[in-house]
């Protein structure tokens, strides 16, 4: 099951820079979304599809962010909810947005099991 929401992420900034993140930056936010142990930030994966070209109207890098729920999966709703916190999180870091955005970062993506992504466009 995939999610897409709109949150218009023109590149959730995490504190990249042209080489790559600074992942201190991007791990002290993301550690932080879910203050009560309902889930724990696992880290962070850079995807770039190089065999879509650069100048195509597809997203081409992308930035998966990665939790995983303390205990048993939650019901959609609940999912949709996680999945809208981590965006708007991100959203409201223009620091982190900016840096993203200026890394090539087309879109930021939130995992919470290994078989789904939801996306924060």
């Not at 504190?15 to 309902?38: K, W, Y």
């Not at 996680?82 to 991100?90: A, E, F, Q, R, S």
């Amino acid at each position: 099951m995939r999610i897409k929401l709109c949150a218009l992420i023109s590149a959730a900034a995490l504190g990249l820079t042209s080489t790559g993140l600074r992942a201190e930056n991007l791990d002290v936010v993301m550690s932080q979304v879910f203050p009560g142990h309902e889930a724990t930030y696992i880290g962070y994966e850079s995807v770039e599809r190089e065999d879509i070209p650069e100048l195509a109207a597809v997203d081409r890098k992308y930035l998966i962010v990665d939790f995983r729920f303390n205990g048993q999966q939650p019901a959609v709703e609940q999912l949709q909810a996680g999945v809208h916190k981590v965006c708007m999180t991100l959203l409201r870091n223009r620091e982190l947005v900016r840096s993203l955005s200026d890394s090539g970062y087309d879109m930021v993506s939130v995992a919470f099991d290994r078989q789904s992504q939801f996306d924060c466009l």
